[in-house]
């Protein structure tokens, strides 16, 4: 009696429960019909027993006596990594660099850093000389002379000079440094030989000469200047064989040289200068290039007072 009391009482507890247990067994049978599902699950099932399979081989491979003492190797070794850290952590607290340890860093900090500019300029030579080759190709030559041609190009080029003089005078300097190096000034002078015997440049020059002539008494006359007769052996005695702008010594010389002696007007003839004792002055070859018609103020209106004075 007390028996079926207990099943009435659970069927009557329970009746959504049976019903949806019922339903998904129903389910089930009807889904397992379809094709393809039961392939499936017969391979899910031959995979989980091959996972088995593999869990078990791996097991028994880990549990092999070459594989215990390699894991005990890797223990010890790790152990030991991490005593040497702890060791070493404990050692910088109280470690003191020595002076010869010190003199030892810096020595190799200066060498590394000599190095590394020795190679800098090592690149930048390479560097160089591959652009250098490479701008001597025929094509690329014809590319830099029509780009160099080209209207705003050269007005650009000159409004820069002209915003900075340093970069000019840079600029005349590296070409005279470039015209006395190696092989240029031979193959120049013949280049320049060259120029003057054409038959127009010589007409323009015998013209000049017989406008003008060629000494700087003669320019003077043409342009309407005082002249007074001049020694250039005296002018040079008077300022002691020294350029007045860079104060090299000057020596007389038939052929071209930096240091060649050469008369210079304080205030150029071409501006109303006088050619006399008093405007003119000592200057090297290369400052006289340099200087040309023009009056820089603040150096040569002064030098020959202080030659003078002296």
Not at 151 to 173: G, T
Not at 204 to 229: D, F, N, P, Q, W
Not at 276 to 297: D, F, G, L, R, V
């Amino acid at each position: 009696m007390e028996e079926e009391t207990k099943s009435v009482d659970d069927t009557a507890n329970f009746p959504a429960m049976r019903r949806k247990a019922a339903y998904v067994k129903e389910y089930m049978k009807v889904y397992m019909q379809k094709p393809g599902v039961k392939d499936r699950v017969r391979e899910q099932a031959k995979i989980r027993e091959q996972s088995e399979v593999m869990k078990q081989k791996r097991k028994e491979y880990r549990a092999s006596p070459e594989q215990k003492e390699l894991a005990r190797q890797r223990i010890l070794r790790y152990r030991s990594k991490e005593e040497n850290r702890v060791r070493e952590k404990e050692r910088n607290k109280t470690y003191v660099v020595s002076d010869e340890r010190k003199a030892k860093n810096a020595e190799w900090s200066r060498t590394k850093r000599i190095n590394d500019v020795e190679w800098a300029e090592k690149q930048r030579e390479r560097n160089r000389l591959r652009m250098k080759a490479y701008n001597k190709l025929d094509h690329i030559k014809e590319r830099i002379r029509e780009y160099g041609k080209r209207s705003e190009v050269r007005e650009r080029a000159k409004q820069l000079l002209l915003s900075n003089p340093d970069r000019k005078n840079r600029k005349k300097k590296n070409w005279y440094e470039w015209y006395r190096s190696g092989d240029n000034a031979e193959r120049l002078r013949a280049k320049a030989k060259e120029y003057v015997t054409r038959p127009d440049i010589a007409q323009r020059i015998k013209e000049r000469v017989l406008m003008i002539g060629t000494s700087s008494a003669h320019r003077a006359r043409y342009y309407g200047c005082v002249t007074e007769s001049v020694n250039r052996l005296s002018v040079y005695e008077r300022d002691r064989w020294r350029c007045v702008s860079c104060g090299c010594k000057v020596v007389i010389a038939r052929q071209y040289q930096s240091n060649r002696a050469t008369i210079d007007h304080r205030i150029p003839l071409s501006r109303g200068g006088s050619h006399t004792y008093e405007n003119c002055q000592t200057m090297c070859m290369m400052c006289n290039s340099k200087k040309e018609a023009t009056m820089p103020i603040g150096r040569q209106l002064t030098v020959f007072d202080r030659v003078v004075s002296s």
